[in-house]
């Protein structure tokens, strides 16, 4: 649906009174039956596709330190850190990155892993946000329990429809994530790497 807004245009008392009838109007009716994309954050979290383009992980066992994803990085997000054995690994600076994932796509061995549903992740400072190999290789810790309801949108006869999922559905969806970081071997290769 494409809405034009048209400039305001000067004219008589009576015209005036009726844009701002038509503007009160149009108030009213969002008021009763909202149309609109409104998100109660955060006690409500926007639900997100399946192979949403989010938080990236870092197999360190798959990497061939080819350098392909930092080359790849269109913001040059990612920094290139040497490892005591020698070989160079990828950190992501989130404050940069625009989750494009051509670093993933640029990736020869599939060393970072894609999409995980991780997406809504706050941090107090910058340095929090520049994710080291060895952090990469685990996923941030995360909470979804702060958020009443996971919120998805669907569009039914021309009209906006806000369907709140349930609880089951979250925690479906950490299951999942857990089962990425566990193929993944996060935790393992975040441990060999520092050994």
């Known amino acids: 649906m494409v809405i034009k807004i048209k400039p305001p245009r000067g004219g008589t008392l009576a015209e005036d009174i009726i844009y701002h009838a038509k503007a009160l109007i149009t108030g009213f009716k969002e008021a009763v039956e909202p149309n609109r994309l409104t998100i109660q954050y955060p006690r409500e979290i926007r639900w997100v596709p399946e192979r949403f383009r989010g938080w990236i992980m870092l197999d360190i066992k798959k990497c061939i330190s080819c350098?392909?994803?930092?080359?790849?990085?269109?913001?040059?997000?990612?920094?290139?850190?040497?490892?005591p054995n020698g070989k160079f690994y990828p950190g992501i600076r989130y404050t940069e990155c625009i989750l494009c994932h051509f670093c993933v796509d640029a990736c020869p061995v599939g060393a970072l892993i894609p999409p995980t549903p991780i997406h809504d992740i706050a941090y107090v400072d910058f340095d929090e946000v520049k994710f080291k190999p060895e952090d990469m290789s685990r996923p941030p810790e995360y909470v979804f329990d702060e958020s009443e309801r996971i919120i998805k949108y669907e569009i039914k006869n021309g009209k906006l429809l806000k369907i709140a999922l349930p609880k089951d559905e979250i925690k479906k969806r950490l299951e999942e994530l857990d089962k990425v970081i566990e193929q993944s071997g996060g935790a393992t290769a975040a441990a060999e790497s520092s050994a």
């Open 67 to 83: 350098f392909q994803c930092a080359w790849a990085c269109p913001v040059n997000a990612i920094q290139m850190y040497r490892a």
